[in-house]
T-cell receptor
Framework: GAVVSQHPSWVICKSGTSVKIECRSLDFQATTMFWYRQFPKQSLMLMATSNEGSKATYEQGVEKDKFLINHASLTLSTLTVTSAHPEDSSFYIC????????????FGPGTRLTVL | AQKITQTQPGMFVQEKEAVTLDCTYD???????LFWYKQPSSGEMIFLIY??????QNATEGRYSLNFQKARKSANLVISASQLGDSAMYFCAMREPLTAQKLVFGQGTRLTINP
């Protein structure tokens, strides 16, 4: 159990377009979902935390208007990169939590975004 | 200030040898959790082991053990009898306080197991 999926697994888009990435908890209800960004050979950096039905909490330095997060249901969160530019090219990983227990955060397989 | 420090960018180990990956952390909280994750080239994050700040014994999970030295604020990962499939990036992470859900990751160590 506790499987998190992401779609798409990779995407290539033109500069200026918007890209939506989905994160789904397949067999549990996720009270909280997290979005991370990972540049090549670097660590994961938390972008935002989202709770179902409420606005996401963004980390310092992350542009809210550029990275739109919607957590519409207990099994789905979406990250939309608006007006993407080459510097947004990165590996985006979501994770989902169903409670407060220490090991209750499960990671998706990630989405590789390349902006041309 | 860096919350999680992994000082080894890369490690090379012979197959079947044990390997220790270093992790030090910085916190003023008494309640926190420490995690190790493995990230193979496919990109998925695989949870390996967890240590709570109040846990008196070092955590173990199969070939993985966590050498927790609270006074030194270190939480090193020990992999016994390394295998070729252990080659990956390894990240140490902290959750503080323990009731928070946010994870802060270290910079990672790339482990390569040589046959």
């Amino acid at each position: 159990g506790a499987v998190v999926s992401q779609h798409p697994s990779w995407v290539i888009c033109k500069s200026g377009t918007s890209v939506k990435i989905e994160c789904r908890s397949l067999d549990f209800q996720a009270t909280t979902m997290f979005w991370y960004r990972q540049f090549p050979k670097q660590s994961l950096m938390l972008m935002a935390t989202s709770n179902e039905g409420s606005k996401a909490t963004y980390e310092q330095g992350v542009e809210k208007d550029k990275f739109l997060i919607n957590h519409a249901s207990l099994t789905l969160s979406t990250l939309t990169v608006t007006s993407a530019h080459p510097e947004d090219s990165s590996f985006y990983i979501c994770s989902a939590s169903r409670g407060r227990s220490y090991n209750e955060q499960f990671f998706g397989p990630g989405t590789r975004l390349t902006v041309l | 200030a860096q919350k999680i420090t992994q000082t080894q960018p890369g490690m090379f180990v012979q197959e079947k040898e044990a390997v220790t990956l270093d992790c030090t952390y910085d916190t003023s909280d008494q309640s926190y959790g420490l995690f190790w994750y493995k990230q193979p080239s496919s990109g998925e994050m695989i949870f390996l082991i967890y240590q709570g700040s109040y846990d008196e014994q070092n955590a173990t999970e199969g070939r993985y053990s966590l050498n927790f030295q609270k006074a030194r604020k270190s939480a090193n990962l020990v992999i016994s009898a390394s295998q070729l499939g252990d080659s990956a990036m390894y990240f140490c992470a902290m959750r503080e306080p323990l009731t928070a859900q946010k994870l802060v990751f270290g910079q990672g160590t790339r482990l390569t197991i040589n046959p």
